[in-house]
């Protein structure tokens, strides 16, 4: 199964938002209400940030949002600020205790 | 406070085993499944397959049918990940994470454990 479809990178300046694209098929992303996205500083594990779709975890300013239409859901970043910058994975169920990632992407707060 | 933490950097020669472990605590062990995720050096992440610590299910991505193995010991509270027939493209970091039953998110993470596969 292959990845689901992220952006390599996007790049916003501080204050500005930005949204990350994942796109999947309907055995995933459109089939369920199952997209997570977790944000990655180097050599640090992976963080939660938003899960369900788009429901927040405690902690998680709400600055970070999540949403889907159809195949594809996004993570939208209002107001950017410098500690933003990381890399960004969404994960989707696909069914059968099975889940898939998206090959990732590098947010740059310029 | 919830804590998953991993056991030490491996190096194993090509077609050998590794076997990481996870150990928990701070929550309730079998009311959360396992699931391992590992990153290779400057790539994404990669899921590696589920385990409930439940009912001792398990499923595994396609690409590692066959090599891989996730169990869990409720006595300890641990989890454990053996890769087998190991190849250089198997280095990398690996993950356990926690997934709340039936949520399919990872709420909590293991610090990660380098795998290394050389000659």
């Known amino acids: 199964q292959s990845a689901l479809t992220q952006p390599r990178s996007v790049s916003g300046s501080p204050g500005q938002s930005v949204t990350i694209s994942c796109t999947g098929t309907?055995?995933?992303?459109?089939?369920?209400?199952?997209v997570s996205w977790y944000q990655q500083h180097p050599s640090k594990a992976p963080k939660v940030m938003i899960y369900?779709?788009?429901k927040r975890p405690s902690g998680v300013p709400d600055r970070f949002s999540g949403s889907k239409s159809g195949n594809t859901a996004s993570l939208t970043i209002s107001g950017l600020q410098a500690e933003d910058e990381a890399d960004y994975y969404c994960?989707?169920?696909?069914?059968?205790?099975?889940?898939?990632f998206g090959a990732g992407t590098k947010l740059t707060v310029l | 406070q919830v804590q998953l933490v991993q056991s030490g950097a491996e190096v194993g020669k090509p077609g050998a085993s590794v076997k990481v472990s996870c150990k928990t605590s701070?929550?309730?062990?079998?009311?959360?499944?396992i699931s391992w995720v590992r990153q290779a050096p400057g790539q994404g992440l990669e899921w590696l397959g589920w385990?409930?610590?439940?009912?001792?299910?398990?499923n595994y991505a396609q690409n590692f049918h066959g090599r891989v193995t996730m169990t869990t010991d409720t006595s300890t509270d641990t989890a454990y990940m053996e890769l087998r027939s190991l190849t250089p493209d198997d280095t990398a970091v690996y993950f356990c994470?926690?997934?709340?039953?039936?949520?399919?998110?990872?709420?909590?993470w293991g610090q990660g454990t380098l795998v290394t596969v050389s000659s």
């Open positions: 994470a926690r997934v709340a039953s039936g949520d399919w998110d990872f709420d909590y």
């Open positions: 309907t055995s995933d992303v459109g089939g369920y209400n199952f």
């Open positions: 369900h779709v788009s």
């Open positions: 385990s409930s610590t439940y009912s001792f299910d398990t």
């Open positions: 701070g929550y309730t062990f079998s009311s959360y499944d």
């Open positions: 994960c989707a169920y696909a069914g059968s205790h099975t889940l898939i």
